[in-house]
């Protein structure tokens, strides 16, 4: 797998239409992805000693966080929406390479900041809601 650049990882909502359309999060210096994965011990006296997992088993999950600098976009104000309302949307990431992952996500955390001399910046936090597809 080639290097790929940390510019073309972005985040986008959808608009809530039938079929989804995708806005760029504006504003994101930084995104962070990760995959969590809930393992289930099957472990027995029969183990040797060793701890066995149950394969496929568990809770999986995705988090995504993201870091940048407030542009007032529209997709920035959906997000802030689905903040405010607890509103589960449509999220999708995308790679360089042309790769997405889409689901349903939680906006579990939004943070404004601002210094008297310098821009106005905001942090967030999504958590999936059901599966994520990769493709």
Do not use: C, H
Request: proline letters at 1%; zero cysteines; a neutral charge.
């Amino acid at each position: 797998m080639a290097a790929e650049k940390g510019s073309a990882f972005l985040l986008k909502v959808g608009n809530g239409g039938s079929p989804i359309s995708y806005a760029t999060i504006a504003g994101l210096r930084t995104t962070q992805l990760s995959v969590n994965g809930e393992a289930v011990a099957i472990t027995s006296k029969d183990s040797g000693g060793w701890r066995e997992l149950l394969s496929g088993a568990g809770v999986r999950s995705v988090s995504v966080s993201g870091a940048g600098v407030f542009t007032g976009s529209v997709a920035e104000n959906r997000v802030k929406t689905n903040a405010l309302s607890g509103v589960i949307d449509d999220y999708r990431l995308s790679f360089e390479s042309g790769e997405t992952m889409t689901g349903r996500f939680l906006v579990t955390r939004l943070d404004y900041a601002g210094d008297y001399n310098g821009e106005r910046s905001y942090t967030l936090s999504l958590e999936s809601s059901g599966a994520v597809v990769s493709a």
